[in-house]
């Protein structure tokens, strides 16, 4: 069975500070993985995704995300937040067996001016 | 390219009454997707279709919802009768060819049941 989990449900950082959004993954087949973003009223916005490449994916807006096999992680990452990050986001996994998206709980971003 | 589109965007109903969802997805996408999204949890996958045959419905509440996508392009999702419970967003969102093709969402309905 495959599962993900989103450790933190809300994280506040400062804008031009560096956002950490932490994703673990649990999956008894080569997973792909993905992170998405949501908007107040808004649909889900894809920011990146892993699907077995090179293991440090890079996203839109100056997203990042590094898949760790050895620690099951896949957490998304910015070097600098900027007002407009303010949302919500999700990791998700899929892959060969399920074919299914299994969302997380989604974790809540806040940048403070 | 256009997104995937969805009506309405908001309904507020009764508990007891019906209500339906249309969907239209990118063009050329063959599998379409509906997911519930309750406050404050991740979507969950109501059903899948794959151009216009039911692929996974295993989490679709049959007693009350229905889907169809007659033609392997839009798609409509009913409620009939809406408790309480059903109050959420409704995402619908369409892929190329499986789920593990990115999945692109449209805006969401979202639905009130009082």
């Known amino acids: 069975a495959q599962s993900v989990t989103q450790l933190d449900s809300h994280v506040s950082v400062s804008e031009g500070t560096p956002v950490l959004l932490r994703c673990n993954y649990s999956?008894?087949?080569?997973?792909?993985l993905f992170w998405y973003v949501q908007h107040p009223n808004k649909g889900l916005q894809l920011l990146l995704k892993?699907?077995?490449?090179?293991?440090l994916v890079k996203g839109i807006n100056g997203f990042e995300a590094e898949f760790k096999k050895s620690e099951t992680s896949f957490h998304l990452t910015k070097p600098s937040a900027h007002m407009s990050d303010a949302a919500e986001y999700f990791c998700?996994?899929?892959?060969?067996?399920?074919?299914?998206?299994?969302f997380g709980t989604g974790t809540r971003l806040k940048v403070l001016a | 390219e256009a997104g995937v589109a969805q009506s309405p965007r908001y309904k507020i109903i009764e508990k007891r009454q019906s209500v339906a969802f249309w969907c239209n997805p990118i063009s050329g996408h063959a599998t379409l997707y509906w997911y519930q999204q309750i406050l404050g949890q991740g979507p969950k996958l109501l059903i899948q279709?794959?151009?216009?045959?039911?692929?996974?419905d295993s989490q679709l509440p049959k007693d009350r919802f229905s889907a169809e996508r007659l033609k392997g392009v839009d798609s409509t999702l009913k409620i009939q009768p809406a408790k309480l419970e059903d109050s959420a967003v409704y995402l619908c969102a369409s892929s190329f060819q499986g789920a593990v093709e990115t999945q692109y969402f449209g805006p969401g309905t979202r639905l009130l049941v009082l």
């Open positions: 999956s008894s087949y080569s997973p792909s």
């Open positions: 892993y699907t077995s490449a090179a293991t």
């Open positions: 998700v996994v899929s892959g060969v067996g399920t074919y299914k998206y299994i």
């Open positions: 279709f794959q151009n216009n045959g039911v692929v996974d």
